[in-house]
């Protein structure tokens, strides 16, 4: 397995612009979490979801913020409009289950200018 | 979003010498895991240990838990200049909430 792909590697957009991230899995884990990390908040969990329902989006911090999963190879988190403090590497993380381990993707560097 | 605290915040320490992170948290788990950082990549998953052990091994490292104090420990013997990371815990029930992170640095 290729691991937890993430696309973009890197994304600079201004401000006010639509930005989506993309995630796939590994294929057979049921959890996919989207976390944001900042140095100054450090890791965050936005939202996550069990067998592509969400289940607690809490961590979203505004409406701006929309997480998606169709299907159980891929998840969107699309930010509309973009902000500067939503500059963060995005990270999305897969899990087999309850109580195993994540495996996390690269990540997506977010610069909002 | 973050429950706990790791300390210290930062380590340096001499390649061959033991390096040990601590990590407190103040919600139910079931299990406890840590992760390693290398700078500009996702984390690695390095070991999880659950609410009914109290100690686990994996190679150089040892994985302490007590849950009657809510804390952690992570020790790495004989570091490696390889291990400079930072590392982070990572506790819950369901979904894992991260701690703010020891960043190691072993010099060769």
């Known amino acids: 397995d290729a691991g937890v792909i993430q696309s973009p590697r890197h994304e600079v957009t201004e401000m006010g612009q639509e930005v989506t991230l993309r995630c796939k899995p590994i294929s057979g884990h049921d959890y996919l979490f989207w976390y944001r990390q900042t140095m100054m908040r450090g890791l965050e969990l936005l939202i996550y979801f069990n067998n592509n329902v969400p289940i607690d989006d809490s961590g979203m911090p505004e409406d701006r913020f929309s997480a998606k999963m169709p299907n159980a190879s891929f998840s969107t988190l699309k930010i509309q409009p973009s902000e500067p403090r939503d500059s963060a590497v995005y990270f999305c993380a897969s899990s087999l289950s309850q109580g195993y381990g994540y495996t996390f993707g690269s990540g997506t560097r977010l610069t909002v200018v | 979003s973050q429950q706990g605290e790791e300390d210290p915040q930062a380590l340096s320490i001499q390649e061959g010498e033991n390096a040990t992170m601590n990590c407190s948290y103040k919600?139910?788990?079931?299990?406890l895991q840590w992760y390693r950082q290398n700078s500009g990549r996702g984390l690695v998953h390095l070991i999880l240990i659950r609410s009914n052990e109290r100690e686990k091994h994996s190679g150089r490292l040892r994985v302490t838990l007590d849950t009657s104090k809510k804390s952690s420990s992570l020790l790495i013997t004989a570091s490696r200049a390889a291990d400079t990371a930072s590392y982070f815990c990572?506790?819950?029930?369901?979904?894992?909430?991260f701690g703010a992170g020891t960043r190691l640095t072993v010099k060769p």
């Open positions: 919600t139910s788990i079931n299990n």
């Open positions: 990572a506790y819950g029930i369901g979904d894992m909430r």
